[in-house]
């Protein structure tokens, strides 16, 4: 997350990887929603919203690794507005082209 591609929106941060390794055939994403969210329940639906919403996206041509965090804000949006913020913080992370730099300490 620190080499890669990050775009935020007030609910979300998509960080976004190209892994040089490995070829990636298609994207991979993670979603990381911390107890600061929630409870379990409010996680976990959370979690499965921003998953079904990445299941009907179209990633592009670009095979990156992707991992999505959610802020607390994210809990109480309707689905609508989720949708609408975690897409738009994903085309942003996808199109970007200089990935974030490391601080020197």
Known sequence: MR??????SKAFTVFGFEPRDEPVAR?????VVTRAVGKAVVRNRLRRRCRAIFDAASFGATARWYVVRCRPEAATLPFVEIRRQLLEAFTRA???THPRRRKIR
């Open 27 to 31: 994207p991979k994403v993670g979603v």
């Open 3 to 8: 080499h890669g591609f990050a775009a935020s």
């Open 94 to 96: 996808r199109d970007a």
